[in-house]
């Protein structure tokens, strides 16, 4: 049994060297279109991420919205608007080597601050079972009014995305 | 079951959240942008559900509260990409600092 406990924490780990190295591709490479493959690839990681987690139907909607909505939308706009491999272009600005600082301060400060606060781990949470059901009945009971309001944020941004991507001349209907 | 350390989850979405940052202050392409964006929220969903597995007294709220940001993010990138179709129908241009009509 020990040996099939290190080789699923060696794969946990491995997941997360995975995710880690594709964001920095999302991040560096020059081609968007690249860079939206690289997201999705880190998307479906998280998702396995979730699942060691044991929030499985929290993977699965990720796969579905994120890596089936999202990552189609924003590949999407990036054909409509995207020169392709156009080389001359610059992709960053000029503050990349300031970002790098300020953030390398930020990540050892957050760092240090993780490993000393003691996170109140109880063995009551990590022995306790999310079902499905159990989120369908908190999300129709406790939560029923964020919930409420997702779906009014939902329509809202249905119609302003709408409105707004439409073209505005009434005479260049083709 | 598997259990990882707490502080390793945490410092792997720390990770992941200041890789997202930095692409997000560097980038020019709004695009670009909108992805870095999608990282971080990714980072931060991460942590909500890491939280709700190991110490939560109602192990429902965390996976809740990831959905919601996971249908917030959603709304965020369709109106977000929805303003850049906008923005390059009218400017051609999709690079954050070319878009200075209202600078001076």
């Given amino acids: 049994m020990p040996v099939l406990e290190i080789a ?49 139907y929290l993977a699965a ?71 499905v059901m159990g989120l369908g009945e908190a999300l129709m009971g406790t939560y029923v009014f964020p919930f409420e309001v997702i779906s009014i944020i939902l329509i809202a941004a249905l119609i302003g995305t709408v409105v707004i991507a439409k073209k505005d001349d009434p005479e260049e209907k083709p | ?27 020019r392409n709004i695009i670009g942008i909108l992805i870095s964006i999608e990282l971080m929220l990714n980072a931060a969903n991460i942590n909500l559900i890491a939280f709700s597995k190991y110490t939560s007294l109602s192990p429902e709220t965390g996976q809740i509260f990831a959905l919601f940001v996971i249908a917030i993010a959603a709304t965020a990138a369709a109106v977000g990409l929805a303003i850049v179709l906008a923005l390059y129908r009218v400017r051609k241009t999709v690079q954050a600092d070319e878009v200075n009509l209202l600078k001076w």
């Fill in chain 2, 1 to 27: 079951m598997i259990v990882l350390p707490l502080p390793h989850i945490l410092i792997f979405s720390l990770f992941l959240f200041a890789i997202g940052l930095y692409g997000a202050l560097v980038r």
């Fill in chain 1, 8 to 56: 699923a924490k060696f794969g946990t780990y491995a997941v997360m060297a995975m995710i880690l190295i594709f964001a920095l591709g999302v991040v560096t490479l020059r081609n968007l279109f690249h860079c939206a493959l690289c997201l999705a690839a880190a998307l479906i990681g998280t998702a396995a991420l979730y699942v060691v987690l044991q929030a499985e």
């Fill in chain 1, 61 to 131: 909607i990720q796969i579905l919205l994120y890596v089936g909505a999202v990552v189609t939308l924003i590949i999407f706009a990036i054909m409509l608007t995207e020169h392709l491999a156009e080389k001359t272009v610059r992709q960053n600005n000029s503050q990349s080597l300031l970002a790098l600082l300020g953030l390398l301060g930020f990540v050892a400060l957050l760092t240090g601050l993780i490993l000393k606060t003691p996170w109140p781990v109880t063995q009551t949470a990590l022995t306790a079972k999310v079902s």
